[in-house]
């Protein structure tokens, strides 16, 4: 089947049954996991590939993360480096986790990929990537701060067969086991992201029945070729010129050093660079990125901005050239630490390409999300079983606010895609006590259109408990844009039997003895637009939502509520809002 017999309606009909294949992908691996991670929080992704390692098509239910799936097809080819994959048989599935040279972001991102073979030659790859409850190391979770190399946050495998012919290589999982704490956990997820690929490779084999390998072959080839198309025409949207943006992460953990983000876009008509070189040298703590987690951030940016319905894929990747500076925060060098990049930096990546292309095409971007995954892991001995266990979440935070539109409350934005956790699992699955779960009043930047609040929950432990906590904009919150204000910063502490309370770093790993509460708050989002032009009634409403004060109404927003009715005082207000500065 040659160029000219490829047709738009054979396209389509092919693009939709390859999306289907990788949606029922994903959800067989998470109803087959074990973890609350994966099964409940949903912190998996998986894709199709052509038998030459490019990215075709990934999963596009409300499924799988941006980052993950930006990350996953350099994990591909690094596992293709080390198994010619035409000579692997069907059954067998390759495991790696390790970000360097080229792979997932960090040790937790365990990605298992599958040749798919029909009539016994190679036509296709599966892979799927999902973040394993623990993976060894200096502390439960396997995401510690106060380490310094990779060798301290957890167990490091590169490319190796872990599956042989549809079996779990038993010497190898003994390895495994052995050096992460949830075993059951571990070893059930790691089946069902087998199964993942498995149910892909049926599928296929069962599409390749219907419309022939040379078909399927060239479809697969041509979804790339469509992606590059469509992206090169929407990267015209954005005016040609050079925009740059700087932002900040706050400390690494080790010492409270700022450590900037600096990024310089040039946009050349149908291509754009993106240069991240003048970013600051790499941290002595674990916020340190690698090349293929900035490259997840940046395919994630445009797509989402100029072109959301644009299939993600090897194609779509073309139109990019990315710059990073070996020894920099955003390229470190082996075996440099880098668990916690995934939670804070891929965060700030995404903030400074918005904050760069604010400039060129405003009317696209928001103002900033709540720039953190707020992850809390608590690990130690469940004192009802007495076996090892470890809480994964990254709690949602205010979405930014756009030129017409409210930013949504509570909500994971971004280079995270998971949910939360439902009060009931972990309470069932872990020695924890869900104490409050609840937004937060007044945490939203204000705006002509506001930002979206962000949420507490508290927990009490039952037990000794070790914690970390990876979270950022503590002190530098998320920004407004065009006259909106930031939003509310994030807060953690810690609360003893008489109340005492201790604050925590942003980012730390602590030992919290028994019967304490975490107090947890995540930022809202960054406002649009001067607060006193915001419509009287939008802030009526927010008010009756709950989501601002009375007080913070008149204050900030210039609209006076009476109290007793929650009624609008026009008079009252029409003074405040002429007396406002408008700027």
């Known amino acids: 089947m040659n160029k000219q017999a490829i047709d738009p309606i054979t396209l389509e009909v092919m693009r939709n049954a390859f999306y289907s294949i990788a949606d029922e992908m994903i959800v067989a691996l998470i109803r087959a996991s074990y973890s609350t991670n994966i099964k409940d929080r949903r912190d998996a992704s998986c894709a199709i590939y052509t038998s030459t390692g490019d990215v075709v098509v990934v999963a596009q239910s409300e499924i799988g993360t941006p980052l993950h799936l930006g990350t996953m097809q350099s994990a591909v080819r690094s596992a293709m480096e080390a198994y010619p994959f035409d000579g692997l048989k069907p059954g067998d599935a390759i495991a790696m986790n390790m970000p360097y040279p080229a792979g997932p972001g960090h040790l937790n991102d365990l990605c298992l990929i599958s040749p798919v073979f029909y009539k016994g030659e190679m036509i296709a790859i599966t892979a799927?990537?999902?973040?394993?409850?623990?993976?060894g190391g200096f502390a439960p979770g396997s995401m510690p701060f106060g380490v310094r190399e990779i060798f301290q946050e957890g167990l490091q495998i590169p490319p190796i067969k872990l599956f042989r012919s549809g079996e779990l290589e038993p010497e190898l999982w003994s390895l495994i086991s052995q050096n992460v704490r949830p075993q059951v956990e571990v070893k059930g997820d790691l089946l069902a992201q087998y199964a993942c690929n498995v149910t892909g490779s049926r599928r296929l084999s069962e599409l390749m029945d219907r419309f022939g390998?040379?078909?399927?072959?060239?479809?697969?080839?041509?979804?790339?070729?469509?992606?590059?198309?469509?992206?090169?025409?929407a990267l015209k949207k954005v005016p040609k010129g050079k925009y740059k943006y700087e932002d900040v992460i706050e400390g690494?953990?080790?010492?409270?050093?700022?450590?900037?983000?600096?990024?310089?876009?040039?946009?050349?008509?149908?291509?754009?660079?993106?240069?991240?070189?003048?970013?600051?040298?790499?941290?002595?703590?674990?916020?340190?990125?690698?090349?293929?987690?900035?490259?997840?951030?940046?395919?994630?940016?445009?797509?989402?901005?100029?072109?959301?319905?644009?299939?993600p894929n090897a194609g779509a990747y073309r139109p990019f050239e990315i710059i990073v500076r070996d020894g920099s925060v955003l390229s470190a060098i082996y075996p440099m630490s880098?668990?916690?990049?995934?939670?804070?930096?891929t965060q700030r990546i995404t903030d400074v390409l918005l904050g760069a292309l604010a400039e060129a095409i405003p009317e696209k971007i928001q103002a900033a999300c709540s720039g953190t995954m707020n992850l809390l892991n608590i690990g130690g001995t469940n004192p009802r079983n007495g076996v090892l266990y470890n809480y994964i979440e990254t709690y949602a935070g205010g979405q930014g606010a756009m030129h017409d539109l409210d930013g949504m409350h509570a909500i994971q934005s971004h280079m995270t895609n998971t949910r939360n956790a439902p009060v009931e699992a972990i309470e069932a699955a872990y020695p924890l006590i869900v104490e409050k779960y609840?937004?937060?009043?007044?945490?939203?930047?204000?705006?002509?259109?506001?930002?979206?609040?962000?949420?507490?929950?508290?927990?009490?432990?039952l037990g000794d408990v070790q914690l970390t906590l990876s979270s950022d904009r503590a002190s530098v919150p998320p920004w407004g844009l065009f006259g909106g204000e930031p939003a509310k910063p994030s807060k953690c502490e810690v609360i003893d039997s008489k109340g005492n309370k201790m604050g925590l770093p942003s980012k730390v790993t602590t030992s919290i003895p028994n019967d304490r509460v975490i107090v947890t708050e995540t930022p809202g989002g960054g406002g649009w637009g001067i607060p006193s032009m915001r419509d009287p009634q939008d802030v009526r409403l927010d008010v009756l939502d709950g989501l601002v004060s009375i007080e913070r109404a008149r204050d900030v927003y210039k609209v006076q509520i009476i109290p007793e009715t929650l009624e609008i005082d026009e008079d009252t207000t029409l003074k405040l809002r002429d007396n406002c500065n408008r700027f």
Not at 128 to 135: G, K, R
Not at 438 to 459: C, F, H, M, N, Q
């Open 128 to 135: 799927n990537q999902a973040h394993h409850v623990d993976m």
């Open 213 to 233: 390998t040379t078909t399927v072959s060239t479809y697969l080839k041509e979804m790339i070729s469509y992606s590059e198309r469509r992206m090169r025409a």
């Open 252 to 311: 690494d953990g080790i010492t409270d050093n700022p450590y900037m983000i600096r990024v310089e876009i040039e946009s050349r008509g149908d291509s754009i660079k993106v240069d991240f070189s003048k970013s600051d040298d790499a941290a002595l703590g674990p916020i340190n990125c690698r090349w293929p987690s900035v490259a997840a951030c940046v395919y994630y940016v445009f797509k989402a901005i100029l072109d959301p319905e644009l299939p």
């Open 338 to 345: 880098v668990c916690n990049a995934n939670i804070i930096t």
């Open 438 to 461: 609840a937004l937060i009043p007044d945490s939203e930047g204000a705006g002509e259109y506001r930002g979206g609040v962000g949420l507490t929950r508290i927990l009490r432990t």
